[in-house]
């Protein structure tokens, strides 16, 4: 039977699972350890049957992997499924990425990903990271014409500060914004060295309260750290994206760690996976509609749908916050 709920905002008309499926872990073996494309394609169709409605991607998953893998996944669900795919970051031959939102590079990029997915449409169309070098009112108004094609439904944003976010609002609506959350980077300053122009919990979270918009924590569970299996060291090969996260792999990771093992020893009291402590956190919270958690297999996305079927006790919640705020 699911147990999955659905959560809803004005600037979207269509319910979204309270767990979505976040497919940078499905861009193949050579950028993530442990995954095949045969379990990615059984775990999004179990997450599909289960309820999972919202799924993450983005054309620089795997340099396009992760699109196409998630298009042989949906065959046959397509009206079942929300897509929120991403633009502006796009390679050159030698895989240099670069931030590019001009208007010609979005009548690329669209094209290459509604072929990639084998679909008329993406459901949300989200800008990836700020580009400096194109004006946002160019920007959106190649978005606005792709949503009169037909071709996209909602434009999102990404890692866009407030400032940014109120620019592009004004030449267009915006129905939602993605940022770095969980329960160790709550108003984080960076992530994989790049800074942020923003505080997740204390700027955009009442933005998109105030403007009916829905609020997507990318890296709910810190790319592993917030789970049972991750440990002082060897977590990842060495191609694994990860290696890029220098708050999982240089000093600062040990102030990271211990943290996540006073989570752990909290969850432990209360017989549940630290993951599912985790999700849950971040499912009480009202501005959030969607979380991105990743899945390798059906065992991990089915751990992660169980995180709603209990919920954390107030003592706890107060413990975990006196741990949080150390």
């Not at 494309?37 to 997450?47: C, L, V, W, Y």
């Not at 998109?208 to 917030?226: H, M, R």
């Not at 899945?295 to 209990?310: D, G, P, R, V």
């Amino acid at each position: 039977m699911k147990i999955m709920f659905y959560k809803k905002v004005d600037k979207i008309k269509e319910p979204l699972s309270a767990i979505g499926y976040g497919c940078w872990g499905i861009s193949g073996g050579d950028f993530w350890s442990g995954t095949t494309d045969e379990s990615s394609i059984k775990t999004i169709q179990t997450a599909i049957k289960n309820g999972v409605n919202f799924f993450d991607v983005a054309p620089v998953y795997g340099f396009g992997h992760a699109e196409e893998i998630l298009g042989k996944s949906i065959k046959g669900n397509r009206s079942k499924i929300f897509i929120a795919s991403k633009c502006g970051l796009v390679w050159d031959d030698d895989r240099n990425i670069s931030n590019n939102l001009s208007p010609d590079s979005l009548e690329r990029e669209i094209n290459a990903s509604l072929k990639r997915l084998d679909v008329d449409y993406i459901d949300l169309y989200q800008c990836h990271w700020p580009d400096p070098q194109t004006d946002i009112k160019n920007t959106m108004k190649k978005l606005n014409e792709l949503k009169d094609e037909g071709l996209i439904k909602y434009i999102g944003l990404t890692n866009f500060s407030i400032e940014e976010a109120k620019m592009a609002m004004y030449f267009g609506e915006i129905s939602s914004m993605q940022g770095l959350y969980n329960m160790l980077e709550r108003n984080p300053d960076s992530y994989h060295n790049i800074p942020l122009e923003y505080k997740t919990e204390k700027e955009v979270f009442p933005f998109v309260k105030k403007n009916g918009i829905a609020f997507f924590p990318y890296s709910p569970l810190f790319q592993g750290l917030l789970t049972d299996s991750f440990g002082e060291s060897h977590n990842f090969d060495k191609n694994d994206v990860r290696n890029a996260n220098p708050k999982l792999n240089s000093p600062l990771f040990d102030k990271y760690y211990d943290k996540s093992l006073k989570i752990r020893e909290i969850a432990k009291e209360l017989g549940k996976p630290t993951s599912q402590l985790a999700i849950n956190w971040l499912v009480q919270k009202d501005e959030i509609t969607s979380i991105i958690a990743g899945a390798q297999n059906t065992e991990q996305l089915l751990q992660n749908i169980e995180a709603l079927t209990w919920n954390i006790p107030e003592e706890t919640n107060e413990k975990l916050e006196k741990v949080l705020e150390e």
